[in-house]
């Protein structure tokens, strides 16, 4: 029996570049160099150990995002996955949440699946709502937020290290997870498996593939509305010293100057 | 007045102090009404009135505590169709957006996260968020049905004001995904007496330049002498020096204390994005050319090995 494996992707602006927004307000992704988001290719590598697993599986990496979201697809493939859906549509310009949860859940379903599999969160936006709001649509178990994560005999089972304690979770198949930077180092592309990438299948899909009607997404459809965003004032020049034996001390008094001792 | 649904974050009654802080902003919006769930749920009512709560609506059942997110999904949901709130406002931890944000699918509303201060508008509360590694500042909210808004610890500040606090049951009828994810196993985390990471007023932190998890003990001692929380960079945690609980940044906690003392961190954007908003920024690191020094209010340019054990003796000196 095959194990059918979707993984969400997230195409995002290099957090180490200049990120800004652009005049609607949304996240630019023209001006600055985009890359797949780092906390995915946990999503990927996880995915490639389950299926590795697994008797017969296939993985099917899957982004919402512009023409250039292909790389982190491209990316993904060279690391192993078998094949890609790329949504892409005008009118996705300026979705929220809500709304990617819906073109997600509809592309998985179309696509066919067992169990999905997705990042923690996308370093862009950082909600960390996607995984929770998918699973709500597709009417499937959540199991998010996994240190380690395992598949066998048709469940799935997890660690979640919380705040106030650490979960064991388990989970029927079809499911939904999402797994953090704890759930161990992604590997790095080979050559080997650049090269098979290229001729990996990459499919693209619009809203009409999905039935999703423009209104339901992009700026008009969205849920919420950013009224403004200012850049943060830079934080004023504070005082630096070389220490030169002193220096334990020197910052005791700034500290008591401040009224924390 | 319009009614403000709130999620009370407890830990067997005991209301921890960011549930406390929604009390203050949900009072800037409407009169605030508190939704506390799982065992010890209606030990929380003396606690949340005297913050404001007007109302407190408890359920106990043992779902909570056996399935993931869900049951308490649709317990919130009950409490909205009970009261049909203004606004409902959760606190901003891991369970908490993955709880808001399926109501917010489930009664068609938009759903903003991490906000860090709420006020009253003209077409709904408007949040501010901190974004791009708290680079931007943002003011959003929430154009299509009832505003869901999760909040980070420390956006306010937990101001006493006495209000009924009338207790009332809940009735909660479970969906049918409640019983989807079960919860196999519980270790709770051991206490190590030390404020909580992200409700601390002061954060000291250490990082690769700390060079071995015995040493973080110079990073505690100077912690334990200021009452604060310890820290950790991502790079002290992936060696195994310091717990992962304890990270700050992207992938850990974000902290927006008053006071923040870096100590051999070199200050990535990934770090900077959990700790940029602090009051206070202090910094000590032997490379004059580390980024954490563009963020500081002060900052001391030599071995953490001199200048921690130093600070934390004259701390103890000018106690006495
Ligand atoms: C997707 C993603 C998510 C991430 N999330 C996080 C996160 O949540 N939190 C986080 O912290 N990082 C995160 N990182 C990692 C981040 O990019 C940095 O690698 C990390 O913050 C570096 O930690 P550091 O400053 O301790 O180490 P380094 O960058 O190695 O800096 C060590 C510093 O210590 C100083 N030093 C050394 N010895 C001494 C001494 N004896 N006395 C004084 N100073 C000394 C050095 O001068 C140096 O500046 C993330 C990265 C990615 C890609
Ligand atoms: N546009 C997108 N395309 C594919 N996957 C996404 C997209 N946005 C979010 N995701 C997935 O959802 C996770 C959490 O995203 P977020 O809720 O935006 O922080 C990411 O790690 C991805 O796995």
Same mark, same amino acid.
């Given at each position: 029996?095959?194990? *059918?494996?979707?993984?969400?992707?997230?195409?995002?602006?290099?957090?180490?570049?200049?990120?800004?927004?652009?005049?609607?307000?949304?996240?630019?992704?023209?001006?600055?160099?985009?890359?797949?988001?780092?906390?995915?290719?946990?999503?990927?590598?996880?995915?490639?150990? =389950?299926?590795?697993?697994?008797?017969?599986?296939?993985?099917?990496?899957?982004?919402?995002?512009?023409?250039?979201?292909?790389?982190?697809?491209?990316?993904?493939?060279?690391?192993?996955?078998?094949?890609?859906?790329?949504?892409?549509?005008?009118?996705?310009?300026?979705?929220?949440? =809500?709304?990617?949860?819906?073109?997600?859940? *509809?592309?998985?379903?179309?696509?066919?699946?067992?169990?999905?599999?997705?990042?923690?969160?996308?370093?862009?936006?950082?909600?960390?709502?996607?995984?929770?709001?998918?699973?709500?649509?597709?009417?499937?178990?959540?199991?998010?937020?996994?240190?380690?994560?395992?598949?066998?005999?048709?469940?799935?089972?997890?660690?979640?290290?919380?705040?106030?304690?650490?979960?064991?979770?388990?989970?029927?198949?079809?499911?939904?997870?999402?797994?953090?930077?704890?759930?161990?180092?992604?590997?790095?592309?080979?050559?080997?498996?650049?090269?098979?990438? *290229?001729?990996?299948?990459?499919?693209?899909?619009?809203?009409?593939?999905?039935?999703?009607?423009?209104?339901?997404?992009?700026?008009?459809?969205?849920?919420?509305?950013?009224?403004?965003?200012?850049?943060?004032?830079?934080?004023?020049?504070?005082?630096?010293? *070389?220490?030169?034996?002193?220096?334990?001390?020197?910052?005791?008094?700034?500290?008591?100057?401040?009224?924390?001792? | 007045?319009?009614?403000?649904?709130?999620?009370?974050?407890?830990?067997?009654?005991?209301?921890? @102090?960011?549930?406390?802080?929604?009390?203050?902003?949900?009072?800037?919006?409407?009169?605030?009404?508190?939704?506390?769930?799982?065992?010890?749920?209606?030990?929380?009512?003396?606690?949340?009135?005297?913050?404001?709560?007007?109302?407190?609506?408890?359920?106990?059942?043992?779902?909570?505590?056996?399935?993931?997110?869900?049951?308490?999904?649709?317990?919130?949901?009950?409490?909205?169709?009970?009261?049909?709130?203004?606004?409902?406002?959760?606190?901003?931890?891991?369970?908490?957006?993955?709880?808001?944000?399926?109501?917010?699918?489930?009664?068609?509303?938009?759903?903003?996260?991490?906000?860090?201060?709420?006020?009253?508008?003209?077409?709904?509360?408007?949040?501010?968020?901190?974004?791009?590694?708290?680079?931007?500042?943002? @003011?959003?909210?929430?154009?299509?049905?009832?505003?869901?808004?999760?909040?980070?610890?420390?956006?306010?500040?937990?101001?006493?004001?006495?209000?009924?606090?009338?207790?009332?049951?809940?009735?909660?009828?479970?969906?049918?995904?409640?019983?989807?994810? @079960?919860?196999?196993?519980?270790?709770?985390?051991?206490?190590?007496?030390?404020?909580?990471?992200?409700?601390?007023?002061?954060?000291?932190?250490?990082?690769?330049?700390?060079?071995?998890?015995?040493?973080?003990?110079?990073?505690?001692?100077?912690?334990?002498?200021?009452?604060?929380?310890?820290?950790?960079?991502?790079?002290?945690?992936?060696?195994?020096?310091?717990?992962?609980?304890?990270?700050?940044?992207?992938?850990?906690?974000?902290?927006?204390?008053?006071?923040?003392?870096?100590?051999?961190?070199?200050?990535?954007?990934?770090?900077?994005?959990?700790?940029?908003?602090?009051?206070?920024?202090?910094?000590?690191?032997?490379?004059?050319?580390?980024?954490?020094?563009?963020?500081?209010?002060?900052?001391?340019?030599?071995?953490?090995?001199?200048?921690?054990?130093?600070?934390?003796?004259?701390?103890?000196?000018?106690?006495?």
């Amino acid at each position: 029996m095959s194990l *059918k494996i979707v993984v969400c992707l997230k195409y995002v602006p290099d957090a180490t570049g200049d990120r800004h927004f652009a005049d609607d307000l949304t996240v630019d992704r023209d001006d600055v160099d985009g890359l797949l988001s780092e906390l995915d290719e946990y999503a990927v590598e996880q995915a490639l150990q =389950i299926a590795e697993n697994a008797d017969d599986a296939e993985v099917t990496v899957l982004t919402v995002g512009p023409e250039d979201a292909k790389d982190a697809l491209r990316k993904a493939l060279s690391m192993g996955a078998d094949k890609a859906v790329h949504v892409e549509d005008d009118d996705l310009h300026g979705t929220d949440a =809500i709304g990617t949860s819906l073109v997600l859940a *509809k592309a998985i379903e179309k696509a066919g699946f067992d169990l999905v599999v997705s990042g923690m969160a996308s370093t862009d936006g950082t909600m960390g709502v996607v995984p929770a709001l998918v699973a709500e649509r597709l009417g499937v178990p959540q199991v998010t937020l996994l240190s380690e994560v395992s598949v066998e005999d048709g469940r799935v089972r997890g660690r979640r290290d919380g705040d106030a304690a650490s979960q064991q979770l388990q989970a029927s198949l079809p499911a939904l997870v999402s797994v953090t930077d704890q759930s161990g180092e992604a590997r790095y592309p080979s050559f080997k498996g650049i090269m098979a990438a *290229k001729k990996k299948p990459v499919e693209s899909w619009d809203l009409s593939d999905l039935d999703i009607e423009a209104e339901e997404v992009g700026l008009e459809g969205a849920f919420t509305k950013v009224e403004a965003a200012n850049e943060r004032p830079a934080r004023t020049a504070g005082s630096i010293v *070389k220490d030169e034996g002193e220096g334990g001390k020197q910052l005791a008094e700034f500290l008591a100057s401040q009224k924390f001792i | 007045m319009a009614e403000v649904l709130i999620y009370v974050d407890h830990v067997d009654g005991a209301v921890r @102090k960011p549930t406390l802080e929604l009390l203050t902003l949900a009072r800037r919006i409407g009169e605030p009404v508190a939704v506390a769930l799982g065992n010890g749920a209606a030990y929380t009512a003396d606690t949340l009135a005297e913050y404001g709560a007007v109302k407190v609506l408890t359920h106990d059942a043992s779902e909570y505590a056996e399935y993931l997110v869900v049951p308490r999904v649709d317990a919130l949901q009950a409490a909205h169709e009970a009261v049909s709130p203004a606004a409902v406002l959760v606190p901003s931890s891991a369970e908490g957006k993955e709880i808001a944000a399926r109501l917010a699918l489930r009664i068609g509303s938009g759903i903003i996260t991490d906000a860090v201060d709420l006020e009253a508008g003209d077409e709904g509360p408007v949040a501010t968020q901190s974004v791009f590694a708290a680079s931007f500042t943002t @003011k959003s909210r929430v154009s299509k049905g009832i505003p869901v808004i999760t909040i980070k610890p420390n956006s306010a500040a937990v101001e006493a004001a006495p209000a009924a606090g009338v207790v009332e049951a809940l009735s909660v009828t479970f969906s049918d995904q409640v019983t989807g994810t @079960k919860i196999t196993g519980r270790t709770p985390r051991e206490s190590t007496g030390r404020p909580e990471l992200t409700e601390a007023a002061i954060v000291v932190s250490g990082g690769r330049g700390v060079n071995g998890a015995e040493n973080f003990s110079i990073i505690e001692a100077l912690a334990d002498q200021l009452g604060a929380a310890v820290g950790a960079s991502r790079a002290a945690v992936d060696v195994g020096w310091y717990p992962h609980t304890n990270q700050v940044g992207q992938t850990g906690k974000s902290v927006s204390p008053q006071l923040y003392i870096a100590n051999g961190i070199s200050g990535a954007i990934q770090h900077r994005a959990g700790m940029q908003t602090s009051k206070t920024i202090v910094a000590v690191n032997k490379d004059a050319e580390a980024p954490i020094f563009e963020l500081v209010d002060y900052g001391v340019v030599g071995d953490l090995f001199d200048v921690v054990p130093q600070l934390t003796e004259e701390i103890k000196a000018r106690k006495k």
